[in-house]
């Protein structure tokens, strides 16, 4: 399988799901394509020295939240698209207010990933 050649942030604060998220996206992007955070120090450094393709945005975190960080991204970063992650299916409504490129229940699945 071709992996796409593309930078991706992936934004979680539970270590589980982001290295569990990691792996999964690592199966269609390069390993060393993929940037990761935990919190609103790391995604602005992240997204000011890194042009950002895809990011994959878990929605509830303790110091910021996934809207605000697609927020952010869209306003440093215009064409990087999102994906929002989340745990709680009934924030996937919410999410669409954004232009998500999609919404994921975590954990990922492969397949539902590749679509």
């Known amino acids: 399988m071709s992996k796409y050649e593309m930078n991706v942030l992936i934004v979680d604060d539970d270590m589980r799901s982001l290295e569990q998220s990691k792996e999964k996206i690592a199966l269609y992007v390069p390993s060393e394509r993929i940037f990761t955070a935990t919190n609103s120090v790391e995604i602005m450094r992240i997204v000011g020295?890194?042009?950002?393709?895809?990011?994959?945005?878990d929605i509830e975190m303790p110091d910021t939240d996934g809207f605000f960080v697609a927020?952010?991204?869209?306003?440093?970063?215009?064409?990087?698209e999102s994906v929002f992650l989340t745990g709680h299916v009934e924030l996937g409504a919410k999410s669409y207010d954004y232009d998500p490129l999609d919404f994921l229940c975590k954990p990922l699945d492969a397949m539902r990933l590749q679509k």
């Open 71 to 80: 927020d952010y991204l869209r306003e440093k970063q215009p064409k990087a």
């Open 49 to 57: 020295s890194v042009p950002i393709d895809l990011a994959f945005l």
